[in-house]
């Protein structure tokens, strides 16, 4: 009995001995509080746009590409799109205290505070429409550039990104895929 007692123990207690250092192990860096990194690499790489400038920059693409100067359009699309993506994250990052919340601390919160919130949700999911939109955009200058292959990737990933409630730009976004790979679209 108490052979079998120690055989069952022994095993428990030397996994519960190695637990605390399987925890620092596998703390990743992200788990870092003071690592900044992320944030960094993307203002290195974009700045800190702001509103005016997104929509400045969406104004200038829509006009390249509406007047059909879709080599220029092309890296104009590209620019807004990765501007008005990391803006909406931006203001989506300040909200991160509600979204990171319980359910029950959400659904305990003040309505009075959420509804404070609720412009700038709507404002950062604006901005992410924007952004899967000038990749629809993207896509569709690089068919017209004769560069169907590229533009399939850029279609996926738009499609990918696109909401469901989206219907016009799902379906601009699908039929511009499909006429590359020969199926029939739909209305």
């Known amino acids: 009995m108490k052979r079998r007692l120690l055989i ?5 207690v ?9 925890k620092v192990a596998a703390q990743k860096p ?31 693409a829509k006009q390249l590409f509406e007047s059909g100067n879709y080599e220029e359009a092309l890296p104009a699309l590209q620019e807004w799109a990765r501007k008005a993506n990391w803006l909406a994250n931006i203001v989506s990052g300040a909200l991160e205290p509600f979204y990171s919340a319980s359910y029950d601390a959400r659904k305990q919160f003040p309505y009075d505070k959420v509804k404070n919130l609720t412009p700038y ?3 950062a999911n604006r901005l ?18 004769d560069k169907p292959t590229e533009a399939v990737g850029i279609y996926l990933k ?7 409630e989206d219907w016009t730009w799902w379906t601009r976004a699908l039929n511009g895929l499909y006429r590359i790979i020969g199926m029939p679209g739909i209305q």
């Open 30 to 60: 992200d788990d870092n509080p003071f690592d900044v990194s992320v944030y960094q690499e993307e203002i290195s790489a974009l700045g800190v746009p702001t509103t005016k400038e997104v929509e400045d920059l969406a104004a200038k």
């Open 14 to 22: 030397f996994l519960l001995l190695l637990l605390p250092a399987s």
């Open 158 to 164: 738009a499609l990918d990104l696109t909401d469901i």
């Open 128 to 145: 992410k429409l924007d952004r899967n939109h000038a990749m629809v955009m993207q896509a569709e200058c690089l068919v017209k550039l």
């Open 8 to 12: 069952v123990l022994v095993p428990c």
């Open 121 to 123: 949700e709507s404002a």
